[in-house]
């Protein structure tokens, strides 16, 4: 499986932009990138996810790099409500059952302060 | 509301003890997992299921069964749990395989002394 390498934590203060980097140098053609996030004592929670193109939903933009060697989940306005554990994680292109697994790696702690 | 829900949420049991945690959905979702999460390792797959009796190994499935008999239930059993199989378990489900954003439960914090 392809690997990501996300920095271990950031910090960030209320109310300011977030862009959380994630490198996947090895990504195949086919490989989808997903973002997942882990708030204190809940179970992962989808945030976004991109194949080419840059998307955008309510709760953030993915931002991917041209060669998709690298990715970048912005959020736009943090708050407090958004302290997690962000998950980058590839995924195989396909509806197989190995395609459908996440593969977490350790995540970046994000810090939110006022 | 759409959701997935476990049973129970905390457990301490013994070696030994046959124990079921059970995960239900309301979304008529075909792919379900389940996931183990220890400090150090991330999460971790133990079985999923494609859709009603269809079910598959992950990465650690040893010590573990599940069914799939009814396709928003998706039990886990630990026929004979061992104390290494205290951890933080997540069952989560998908409309389907594939590329498909996943829902998580709020997870079953189980102990096995």
């Known amino acids: 499986d392809a690997k990501t390498t996300q920095p271990n934590s950031m910090e960030s203060n209320e109310e300011e932009p977030v862009h959380l980097p994630c490198n996947h140098s090895?990504?195949?053609?086919?490989?989808?990138i997903h973002w997942y996030r882990q708030l204190p004592s809940q179970g992962p929670e989808y945030v976004i996810h991109?194949?080419?193109s840059n998307v955008n939903n309510r709760m953030a933009s993915l931002a991917i790099a041209e060669d998709r060697k690298s990715s970048t989940l912005i959020l736009h306005r943090a708050t407090l409500r958004d302290a997690a554990v962000y998950y980058c994680?590839?995924?195989?292109?396909?509806?197989?059952?190995?395609?459908?697994?996440?593969?977490f790696g350790t995540g970046t702690r994000l810090q939110v302060t006022l | 509301e759409a959701q997935v829900t476990q049973n129970p949420r905390y457990l301490i049991t013994v070696t030994g003890k046959k124990l079921t945690v059970t995960c239900s959905q309301n979304?008529?979702?075909?792919?379900m997992s389940w996931y183990r999460q220890d400090p150090g390792l991330g999460l971790r797959q133990i079985y999923y299921?494609?859709?009603?009796?269809?079910?598959d190994k992950g990465d650690v499935p040893e010590g573990y069964k599940v069914s799939r008999k009814e396709k928003r239930n998706f039990p886990l059993i630990l026929e004979s749990p061992s104390p290494n199989q205290t951890s933080l378990y997540f069952c989560?489900?998908?409309?389907?395989?594939?590329?498909?954003?996943?829902?998580f439960g709020p997870g079953t914090r189980l102990t096995v002394t």
């Open positions: 299921s494609m859709n009603v009796e269809v079910t």
């Open positions: 979304m008529n979702h075909e792919y």
């Open positions: 991109g194949l080419t």
């Open positions: 090895t990504i195949s053609g086919t490989d989808y």
């Open positions: 989560a489900s998908s409309p389907r395989p594939g590329t498909y954003e996943q829902y």
């Open positions: 994680i590839l995924r195989p292109g396909a509806d197989t059952g190995t395609a459908s697994k996440l593969t």
